[in-house]
T-cell receptor
Framework: GIQVEQSPPDLILQEGANSTLRCNFS?????LQWFHQNPWGQLINLFY???GTKQNGRLSATTVATERYSLLYISSSQTTDSGVYFC?????????????FGEGTQLTVNP | DGGITQSPKYLFRKEGQNVTLSCEQN?????MYWYRQDPGQGLRLIYY???????QKGDIAEGYSVSREKKESFPLTVTSAQKNPTAFYLC?????????FGQGTRLTVV
């Protein structure tokens, strides 16, 4: 099956710093999403971005489908950005949003 | 409010018992999913359903069962055949490619 690798596995920042999280995937996809899991376990959908670039406030994401990677940018980080960030993909040959998740990037933002 | 509601939030099960986790959505989404998350890991797909009265196995379906009798509801039963059921269980629904999750149920075998 498709492989999803996220890097770095852990990231510690000071409040106000910027960061880039990376997601590499091993096959063509028709669905790619970024999620934030807060300390209570809730997953929040950040972006649906199978290709191209999107921005939402301090967050933006870029997926280069031909090169099989996606990047999540966090600018001016805040302590509330702490948590785990997951990339999830659906291979092109499947349907129904059957997502395969990476193992996540654990982000800690210190005050 | 529209959303996905999972209950209970915490569940304790004795070995050999079946337990059922509830998932209800009022988003009018056709597709619903169950995922399992173990500590420090990503989510793995257990079962999914794209339409009422139809569902398919995901990557780790052994020891689990589901039903989809109503569009709004997709309960998951963890059977005694599941050898290591202690985990965090997340229900999701999707529309136009975007997935939305409930708050999860933490199941512990005691």
């Amino acid at each position: 099956g498709i492989q999803v690798e996220q890097s770095p596995p852990d990231l510690i920042l000071q409040e106000g710093a910027n960061s880039t999280l990376r997601c590499n995937f091993s096959d063509s996809v028709n669905n790619l999403q970024w999620f934030h899991q807060n300390p209570w376990g809730q997953l929040i959908n950040l972006f649906y971005i199978p290709s191209g670039t999107k921005q939402n406030g301090r967050l933006s994401a870029t997926t280069v489908a031909t090169e099989r990677y996606s990047l999540l940018y966090i600018s001016s980080s805040q302590t509330t950005d702490s948590g785990v960030y997951f990339c999830a993909v659906e291979p092109r040959e499947t349907s129904g949003s059957r997502l395969t998740f990476g193992e996540g990037t654990q982000l800690t933002v210190n005050p | 409010d529209g959303g996905i509601t999972q209950s209970p939030k915490y569940l304790f099960r004795k070995e050999g018992q079946n337990v059922t986790l509830s998932c209800e959505q009022n988003l009018n989404h056709d597709a619903m999913y169950w995922y399992r998350q173990d500590p420090g890991q990503g989510l793995r797909l257990i079962y999914y359903s794209q339409i009422v009265n139809d569902f398919q196995k995901g990557d780790i379906a052994e020891g689990y069962s589901v039903s989809r009798e109503k569009k709004e509801s997709f309960p998951l039963t963890v059977t005694s055949a599941q050898k290591n059921p202690t985990a965090f269980y997340l229900c999701a629904s999707s529309r136009t490619g975007r997935s939305f999750f409930g708050q999860g149920t933490r199941l512990t075998v005691v």
